[in-house]
């Protein structure tokens, strides 16, 4: 299994920072996790967000692209639907060139309505217009309708679709499913059997919501505060424009005790081994190549950041490789 990191370019109003140097940060962070030894590198998306959370992945993974050499590089995830699919096949290919093959391009259909108020887009319709914009994309790499072409003949699509029925969907499309929960699998190669594509070439990878660290009791007090606000921001926006209720605060002590049944119901916060021992169960006999972790936790600092990567790299990369 391989090891990645993420980055969401979040800077919180209480630990507020120069955005340029956020950048510039994050940009070093891409360079020192390829020299430590990441397998991958990927980068996602929201709009509107107080914290100025990365609105353009592709754009990021451009300059990511630029300053590394062996990493790959992709989007986990970005939104296909708000975006006409020509202009998405054009910034992709880019990406892969610039990076000479190095890109993985991880599509979602998104969640919240301020975001398709912003673009004009239909939120209704997302699902529908995410799948036939996968068939749109090969049609334009595989017939030449945009230029240039990019340097894989066949870009990875890696669809970041949830629960049974999502899985289900990405098989049928015969595209890669962005997840590393084993209980996805089943639905996923009975997908794919359905749309005649062949079980064997099934391909998973996915996010671990965890911060890893050689002393948890030391650096819990220093690290909760950040995943209190991760966490509370996140379920705050998905409810906007919806008229439904604001979740009320996490503790996030009891994130940190609960086991995962889902997006935001916990935070894995321990030692390298025992990640490593969690990863492996939550991901069973699915076949799960690749698994990544945030490099930061909103707002954390440099020093923070930066011994986080050394740690997911140099202890628990080893873990999950070997």
């Known amino acids: 299994m391989k090891v990645g990191l993420w980055f969401d370019l979040r800077n919180p109003p209480p630990w507020r920072r120069d955005p340029s140097r956020l950048y510039a940060f994050a940009l070093e962070m891409c360079e020192e996790a390829e020299r430590l030894g990441a397998d991958s590198l990927w980068f996602s998306e929201h709009h509107l967000f107080e914290d100025g959370y990365l609105p353009q992945p592709l754009t990021f993974a451009a300059a990511a692209a630029a300053r590394t050499r062996r990493v790959r590089l992709g989007t986990g995830i970005l939104i296909g639907p ?8 054009e910034e992709a290919a880019i990406v892969d060139l610039i990076s000479d093959g190095r890109l993985d391009l991880g599509l979602g259909a ?12 239909e939120l209704k319709e997302r699902y529908r217009t995410l799948d036939a ?9 595989g017939e030449g309708e945009v230029t240039p072409a990019p340097v894989q003949a066949d870009l990875p699509i ?9 899985a289900r969907r990405a098989g049928r499309l015969g595209e890669c499913l962005l997840t590393a929960n084993a209980e996805s699998w089943p639905h996923y190669r009975d997908g794919l059997a359905e749309g005649g594509h062949d079980p064997r070439g099934a391909r998973m990878a996915g996010g671990i919501e965890a911060f890893v660290t050689d002393d948890p ?11 209190t606000y991760q966490f509370d921001s996140y379920r ?6 919806t008229g439904r209720p604001v979740p009320r605060p996490v503790d996030p002590d009891k994130l940190r005790s609960r086991s995962s049944r889902g997006p935001l119901t916990s935070f894995l916060f321990d030692t390298p081994e025992n990640v490593a021992a969690h990863v492996r169960e939550f991901a069973g006999e699915a076949p799960v ?18 011994r986080h990567v050394e740690v997911i790299c140099k202890r628990l990369r080893p873990l999950l490789t070997g």
């Open 82 to 89: 708000l975006r006409k699919t020509a202009q998405l096949a």
């Open 110 to 121: 998104g969640y919240r309505t301020p975001e398709y108020d912003l673009f004009g887009a």
């Open 133 to 141: 914009q996968v068939g749109e994309l090969r049609r334009f790499w």
């Open 158 to 166: 890696w669809l970041g679709y949830q629960g049974p029925k999502g």
């Open 217 to 227: 009791e030391r650096d819990w007090h220093a690290v909760a505060p950040h995943v």
């Open 236 to 241: 705050r926006y998905m409810v906007e424009g």
């Open 289 to 306: 190549e690749t698994v990544w972790f945030g490099a930061s936790v909103a707002g954390l600092s440099e020093e923070m950041v930066a």
